[in-house]
């Protein structure tokens, strides 16, 4: 069975930093985008970033210029570095990949179970 973990949320001062990592585990074929979602108490959730098979990236405008996302192809890792925080990045931020189990068959989005980012002083 194929799972996301993610790692490194926390609490941090306003201005502070931390390093989320999200691991795909298990048996599958390839994956293609990976990204990076938020959610915040009452509110929808949206995403933060996300970077594709080819390095290709895109970060909501809240975040560019403070976050940066990168991954490891041969860990099947995703990171989010978020630099400059502010309370308002509070929120659950949960990983998610666009994954193919075998070859040939369709792509299939898979999430991870979140992790909590909380920005306060």
């Known amino acids: 069975q194929v799972q996301l973990v993610e790692s490194g949320g926390g609490l941090v001062q306003p201005g502070g930093s931390l390093r989320l990592s999200c691991a795909a585990s298990?048996?599958?074929?390839?994956?293609?985008?990976m990204g990076w979602y938020r959610q915040a108490p009452g509110k929808e959730r949206e995403l933060v970033a996300v970077?594709?098979?080819?390095?290709?990236?895109n970060y909501a405008d809240s975040v560019k210029g403070r976050f940066t996302i990168s991954r490891d192809y041969h860990r099947n890792t995703v990171y989010l570095q978020m630099n400059s925080l502010k309370a308002e990045d509070t929120a659950v931020y949960s990983c998610?990949?666009?994954?193919?189990?075998?070859?040939?068959?369709?792509?299939?989005?898979?999430w991870g179970q979140g992790t909590q980012v909380t920005v306060s002083s």
């Open positions: 998610t990949a666009t994954l193919i189990n075998v070859s040939g068959a369709s792509p299939y989005d898979l």
């Open positions: 298990g048996s599958f074929f390839s994956i293609n985008d």
């Open positions: 970077i594709d098979i080819g390095r290709n990236t």
